[in-house]
C-alpha cells in the first residue's frame, strides 16, 4: 500500500482506505477504482492524499470494528473543526456535548481492547484529529480505571477543547514540541475557553493542569506534588503524549506504538504508571499475529499475548522456526523485542495463516 498525494490520483488506481461525508456515509469502499468523478470529488474534500494499492497487492484484512473505528473518526473530525471553530470565534458550539457522549458510549466501557489506528494528518486537520484521538484514549484510560460517568465526560470534554489555542498558532504541527509554542497554546486556550459560555469552571481548571504537565516538559523545575498525584490530569497528559508521539505526520514518521510505551514506562518520573498501565490494557500492541523485530536483527510473529508483561509475549523466531518465551530469565537475557513491523498505512503486519498453523 502506498500513500498517494491528491494531485497524483488517476483514474484506475484502488482504493486502500474507506471514504466516508461527514455523516459517516460510504462514499467510497476499499478495493473500489477511482473514475474522474471520484478525483474530482476527493480534490473537493481537502484531502492531503490517499493509501492507494499497489497493483497486484490483495486487500489487507479488517475486522468491521477497526472498519467502525475509521468511520467514527471521520465523521467526528467534521464535528470537532466546525465546534472549535465556533467556540475559538467567540461563538456557543453546536453538538459538543453530543459528540461527547458518542465518544463514551463507543469507548469508555469496553471489556476488551481495541486496534488505535493511527490516520495521516495534515497542519490543516492536525488539530481536530489529535484532539479526538486524545478524547478517545481518554475514554478507554477513564473506563479501564473504573471511573464515574460524570469522571469521564469531563475527561472526553476536557480533551476536545485542550489544544483549541493551537488554532491561533501558524506552522502547526511542525513546531508543535517548541516551548515557547507550548506556552502560546497554552495562553490562547485559556483565554478562549474563559469566554465560551456555560464551560464548566472544573473543565477550565482541568485543563490548565495537563497544560502545566504539558509545557514542564522543557523544564527542570519540579513537578508540584499536587499536580504529580492528579490523575484527571495525568490521564489527559498521558493520552495526549501517547497520540503525539505515534500520530502520522506528512512531515516526519511516526513512533510506533512499542516505542512509545517503553518511553512511558521508562520515565516514570514523568507519566504516572497506573495510568500508563490502564492504556496498555486498553489497546493492543503485541498481540497474536504482530510480526517484530528482535534484539538479534531477526524478525518473527507474537504467539502469544503476555498479559503481565507487554515486552514478554511468545514469539516465533522466522529464521530458525523456535518458538520463545521471552519471558523465561534464560530466553530475555539474550532476545528480546526492538520494535514491530509496519504497513505503509501504519497498521501492523499480520501472517493470520501462520498464526493459525502455530496456535
Known sequence: ????????????????????????????????????????????????????????????????????????????????????????????????????????????????????????????????????????????????????????????????????????????????????????????????????PELDEEILQLIGQMQELYTREDSDEEIPEGLKTNVNANILYIADAYDRMTAMKSHEEPTSEVRAIRELLEQEKRYDQKVVNSLIKAINILYPGVCVELTNRETGLVILENEDNLFEPMVLNFKDNQLYDLSRPSIKEKLQITDVMKTMDNRIKLDPDLLKAYQ
Not at 470529488?41 to 492531503?48: A, E, Q, S, W, Y
Not at 459538543?96 to 466501557?109: A, E, P
Not at 486537520?125 to 471511573?147: P, T
Open 1 to 196: 500500500m502506498i500513500f498517494v498525494k491528491t494531485e497524483e490520483l488517476k483514474t484506475g488506481m484502488r482504493l486502500g482506505k474507506p471514504i466516508y461525508n461527514k455523516n459517516g456515509v460510504l462514499l467510497h469502499d476499499r478495493d473500489t477504482k477511482l473514475t474522474r468523478q471520484a478525483i474530482s470529488g476527493i480534490k473537493n474534500f481537502g484531502l492531503m492524499g490517499l493509501y492507494i494499492l499497489e497493483p497486484a497487492e490483495p486487500l489487507p484484512p479488517m475486522t468491521e470494528e477497526d472498519i467502525n473505528f475509521e468511520r467514527f473518526q471521520t465523521m467526528a473530525v467534521f464535528s470537532i473543526r466546525e465546534d472549535l471553530e465556533l467556540i475559538a470565534s467567540g461563538k456557543k458550539d453546536k453538538g459538543l456535548d453530543w459528540l461527547c457522549s458518542l465518544v463514551i458510549r463507543n469507548y469508555g466501557d469496553l471489556n476488551h481492547k481495541i486496534n488505535f489506528v493511527q490516520s495521516l494528518r495534515s497542519s490543516e486537520d492536525y488539530v481536530y484529529k489529535h484532539v479526538l484521538n486524545v478524547a478517545i484514549l481518554s475514554a478507554l484510560i477513564g473506563g479501564q480505571m473504573g471511573l464515574p460517568l460524570g469522571r469521564i465526560n469531563m475527561l472526553v470534554k476536557s480533551a476536545i477543547l485542550h489544544d483549541i489555542g493551537a488554532l491561533k498558532i501558524q506552522g502547526m504541527p511542525d513546531d508543535e514540541e517548541d516551548a515557547q509554542v507550548k506556552e502560546a497554546i497554552k495562553k490562547n486556550s485559556q483565554e478562549i475557553l474563559q469566554q465560551y
